[in-house]
């Protein structure tokens, strides 16, 4: 069966640190992985999704970067984070074969930027 | 006007009672409908999907779609304590880049014991 990791599951960082969180999925191969955001009470927003290796499109233009080096792994980055960027971020991923059936998320990092 | 509206509550019942949670869409083209359920700091858990009209039942839970109403709705029979969560439905059109799958806001459902 398909696993999907996510880490750190809570940070806390100053504004200006760098940022890094990571997220793999087991048990499948060449996945649609992707990075949402949830702010407190408010949906999910879309901040990048990724289709392969290398591949990385972007939805909403701000102080985030994505990257996937490897099939199953997909890293969310930050080289200065700003107190905006606080908030709950959720990785996941759907089946290269059905992208738009369904779409599994990670247990989320929640960040808290001070 | 959003594409999915969700009434965000909070929704309060008592345990054991019938619970109906709704979304309504304006996209005609969505054929392919999630219900995920969401604790307190969790990632959204798919509870359920359908594609297209028609009821889909799993165990104390049934997901219905109208798309004539553009209506869709999640029913909780014998509610529990263990079903007070956050409640996203999502939808999309079939085989569509997941990039367009489209989320409600999430309605968050209070059982009381």
């Known amino acids: 069966s398909q696993t999907i990791h996510q880490w750190p599951a809570t940070l806390v960082q100053p504004v200006g640190s760098p940022l890094s969180l990571e997220c793999t999925v087991e048990?499948?191969?060449?996945?649609?992985l992707y990075w949402y955001r949830q702010a407190a009470g408010r949906g999910l927003q879309l901040l990048f999704y990724?289709?392969?290796?290398?591949?990385i499109s972007s939805e909403v233009p701000q102080n985030l970067s994505a990257s996937r080096p490897q099939d199953r792994q997909f890293i969310l980055s930050s080289k200065k984070l700003l107190l905006s960027d606080s908030g709950f971020y959720l990785c996941?991923?759907?089946?290269?074969?059905?992208?738009?059936?369904?779409?599994?998320f990670g247990e989320g990092s929640w960040l808290t930027v001070v | 006007q959003k594409e999915v509206e969700q009434d965000p509550g909070p929704l309060s019942v008592p345990e054991g009672a019938i619970v109906s949670l709704n979304c309504t869409y304006s996209?005609?083209?969505?054929?392919?409908f999630m219900w995920y359920r969401q604790y307190s700091r969790k990632g959204p858990e798919l509870l359920m999907y359908?594609?297209?009209?028609g009821n889909k039942e799993d165990g104390r839970f049934t997901a219905q779609v109208d798309k004539s109403s553009k209506y869709i709705s999640l029913f909780i029979r014998d509610s529990q304590p263990s079903d007070s969560a956050t409640y996203l439905c999502?939808?999309?059109?079939?085989?569509?880049?997941?990039?367009?799958?489209?989320f409600g806001s999430g309605t968050r459902l209070s059982i009381r014991p």
């Open positions: 996941a991923w759907t089946p290269d074969s059905a992208p738009g059936n369904t779409i599994y």
């Open positions: 048990g499948t191969s060449n996945p649609n």
């Open positions: 990724s289709v392969g290796i290398g591949q």
């Open positions: 996209n005609s083209a969505f054929q392919y």
């Open positions: 359908t594609y297209s009209s």
């Open positions: 999502a939808m999309s059109t079939y085989y569509s880049s997941a990039s367009k799958i489209i």
